[in-house]
């Protein structure tokens, strides 16, 4: 199948008509350069960026600079219905107050203004040894199926903020790449292993585990699945917004 990376790829360069291009309502998910930068760091990189927007990061290596850099390689794309890359656009540094140099995060600033810089980015991150990208959405699957990431919240990766067992991560994340990022294969192998065999049962001696994975972790069902669940048992469909879902 298509590799996790190529699916990466198509959506941070999408453009077209929304209604006509599904890739294309990625830049409808949210308004702004800056909501850009924040929404594809934390997706794909697993890093929260929108704390390096006033100052810089406290908590991490973020500057205001990798911030409104990388603000700045969304500055051009207009997300209306027909999303496209204008021929101009700037995003304003605050400390500056000048426009905000394109840069790929915590690594090099990007010069060549006639140059949609969003293919420097989606090369840089989705190279094979990208330090961010694999262990984010290895980490996210990992989250899905045990309840807890190796790091949580999934999308809070720092070196102040680190995974519980860290080789585990580093070896699913180097896998994941040698599989050419397909996500099925790691989704069995996290699925067939023992701590996602282990049961729900509590002993004396781990009943207040959250962490290690001594026990399965008892989940509730999210808001929308379980509002669903309701609605299919009572025979009566939800109404959201005055429409049946």
């Known amino acids: 199948?298509?590799?996790?990376?190529?699916?990466?790829?198509?959506?941070?360069?999408?453009?077209?008509?929304?209604?006509?291009?599904?890739?294309a309502n990625f830049y409808r998910t949210v308004d702004g350069a800056r909501e850009h930068a924040e929404f594809v760091s934390e997706l794909f990189m697993g890093s929260r960026l929108r704390c390096a927007n006033c100052h810089n990061h406290p908590l991490d290596k973020w500057t205001q600079d990798d911030y409104h850099g990388l603000a700045s390689i969304f500055s051009k794309i207009e997300n209306a219905r027909i999303v496209q890359v204008r021929a101009s656009g700037e995003v304003i540094h605050p400390r500056t107050r000048e426009p905000a140099v394109?840069?790929?995060?915590?690594?090099?600033?990007?010069?060549?203004k006639t140059q949609d810089g969003r293919e420097d980015l989606v090369e840089w991150l989705t190279a094979g040894d990208n330090p961010y990208f694999a262990k984010a959405i290895v980490n996210r699957?990992?989250?899905?199926?045990?309840?807890?990431?190796?790091?949580?919240?999934?999308?809070?990766?720092?070196?102040?903020?680190?995974?519980?067992?860290?080789?585990?991560?580093?070896?699913?994340?180097?896998?994941?790449?040698?599989?050419g990022y397909q996500l099925r294969p790691m989704l069995k192998r996290i699925a067939s292993s023992a701590t996602y065999a282990r049961s729900s049962n509590k002993l004396p001696g781990n009943a207040v585990d959250?962490?290690?994975?001594?026990?399965?972790?008892?989940?509730?069902?999210?808001?929308?699945?379980?509002a669903d669940a309701i609605s299919d048992v009572l025979k009566v469909p939800a109404q959201y917004n005055g429409t049946a879902r």
């Open 210 to 226: 959250d962490r290690y994975y001594s026990h399965a972790l008892r989940r509730p069902l999210e808001a929308a699945v379980l």
């Open 141 to 179: 699957l990992w989250s899905s199926l045990m309840g807890r990431g190796l790091v949580g919240p999934v999308d809070d990766m720092r070196d102040t903020n680190p995974a519980t067992h860290p080789k585990l991560l580093n070896r699913l994340a180097e896998d994941f790449v040698a599989s």
């Open 1 to 23: 199948g298509v590799g996790y990376d190529e699916n990466a790829r198509t959506l941070i360069l999408a453009t077209g008509d929304t209604h006509k291009v599904g890739p």
């Open 102 to 112: 394109a840069r790929i995060p915590g690594e090099c600033f990007l010069v060549d």
